[in-house]
């Protein structure tokens, strides 16, 4: 191994292995302690920011500095970048920033990336704006929150509400789901997890503090998923379906029902303020199926396909 992979190859281990120590970093690199010590010392020379802690329980780790030095990553970590970049989703502000570092991205991989790279990258995005579209400023500083386990005070407007109010919550993850950000936060005084749209906060300041909350959900892209499908809804849906779950699940996506297996038929179940909207979206998705609850939807689906009848 040559000097410069090898110094390269240590940088990759402070940053997967903080506070490795010197007998530990000589021992994977397969140098003795001493050239180990003299490359973290041309490491810090170079501008890296590396702090050292003596004793049985010492060891390195990267620190930050005021200046970057440059990223150490892997074909598939520029891979997962690039096309993160190239398919960010919505946030404002960001936008201009996305393409400029796509684009110093692209000049300084090595070459025998690049084609792979093109490839990710050579992504159209459909033109136009999204509605809602979360604040850079706040995304970033709840995922600092997330991080650091850290409380975190912002201002949230719920769900057609005309005024915002104050909110502080015990932050676990932010989640992207079709193009949009939400976090799974335990408010103050609460006893569940709850799912708030990123695009409705606004203020998020980080308090410095751990508040008291239960054990985090196993999977919290799931909760938001079964948030956004049973939430607060002015109408609760249950429809059953004359055909396997299996195949349902193929043409419903998790956010917007939950699909339940009731013998070898199953049951669609999921909230909406707007019955019209669930009358066609249960039209489109060519199923054979009967309402269960609210009996109104069955008369919205009737309507539907009478106007469907006449106007066709």
């Known amino acids: 191994m040559s000097t410069t992979s090898r110094r390269l190859e240590t940088l990759a281990l402070l940053q997967t292995h903080p506070g490795i120590s010197a007998p530990a970093l000589a021992a ?115 995922a600092l929150a997330c991080r650091a386990g850290e409380a975190v005070r912002f201002r949230h407007r719920r769900l057609g509400a005309a005024d915002d109010h104050a909110v502080e919550v015990q932050p676990y993850r932010l989640v992207a789901l079709r193009r949009l950000w939400y976090l799974v936060a335990c408010a103050r005084g609460a006893d569940e997890w709850r799912v708030y749209a990123v695009d409705r906060i606004s203020q998020a300041q980080a308090l410095g503090i751990q508040l008291p909350a239960p054990a985090p959900p196993d999977d919290a892209a799931q909760l938001v998923a079964q948030s956004l499908a049973h939430g607060r809804w002015r109408h609760q849906v249950r429809v059953a379906v004359h055909t396997s779950g299996d195949l349902v699940r193929e043409l419903v996506d998790p956010s917007v029902a939950a699909v339940v297996e009731v013998g070898d038929e199953c049951e669609l179940r999921f909230g909406t303020d707007d019955l019209d909207w669930a009358a066609r979206w249960l039209a489109y998705l060519n199923l054979d199926l009967d309402v269960i609850e609210p009996a109104s939807l069955a008369a919205r689906l009737r309507v539907f396909g009478q106007w469907l009848a006449e106007r066709y």
């Open 28 to 142: 994977r690199l397969g140098v003795t302690e001493r050239t180990a010590r003299r490359d973290i010392a041309q490491l810090r020379e170079l501008g890296y920011r590396i702090d050292g802690a003596a004793g049985r329980d010492g060891g390195y780790r990267l620190a930050q500095g005021r200046a970057m030095p440059p990223l150490l990553l892997d074909a598939d970590e520029v891979a997962a970048v690039a096309l993160s970049l190239r398919t960010a989703v919505g946030v404002e502000g960001l936008e201009t920033a996305a393409v400029t570092a796509l684009a110093k991205l692209t000049q300084v991989v090595p070459s025998q990336w690049q084609t792979r790279l093109t490839a990710l990258t050579d992504v159209q995005a459909y033109p136009g704006r999204s509605p809602r579209r979360a604040s850079g400023d706040v995304l970033v500083q709840l």
